[in-house]
């Protein structure tokens, strides 16, 4: 995770502990915190300087720092770039593309692995539980 943050506020926190609790293995990515520990994983640089093999690399980045790291995702053999709500870099996406990897934009891992198991309806989303519609009026019985 390129960007991920140490303040449990932010989103790519949260993002990181919801994928470590679905079993996933998040390495952050972040050179003002390399060497630090972020949810029991090391900090690192960058992407080059991760030890293992990278199998998606989620860009917490904005659009324009996308495309450099597009271009060290494709140097280190990582299989997907993912670039998470905001962040579109059509040129990096087609670099990778072309290099063999899976580009997803625009989108984020812990909402479409929400969507894709049913746990959207957990957080009252499509449930009419929040809504943006007004409840009806219940008529009122006066009593006597």
Not at 56 to 85: C, Y
């Amino acid at each position: 995770m390129v960007g991920a943050s140490a303040t449990e506020t932010r989103p790519s926190f949260f993002v990181m502990k919801y994928l470590q609790a679905k079993g996933y293995r998040v390495i952050p990515v972040n050179p003002g915190l390399a060497g630090q520990q972020v949810r029991g994983e090391t900090v690192y640089a960058s992407l080059p300087d991760v030890p293992v093999p990278v199998d998606m690399v989620d860009i917490f980045r904005n659009s324009a720092a996308a495309g450099p790291i597009t271009d060290e995702a494709i140097r280190i053999g990582a299989k997907v770039v993912w670039m998470q709500l905001q962040v579109r870099n059509d040129e990096a996406a087609a670099r990778a593309e072309a290099a063999g990897l899976r580009v997803v934009m625009d989108r984020c891992p812990k909402m479409e692995y929400q969507r894709l198991h049913g746990e959207l309806s957990w957080g009252g989303i499509n449930s009419e539980v929040i809504t943006n519609r007004r409840r009806p009026v219940k008529a009122v019985r006066k009593l006597m």
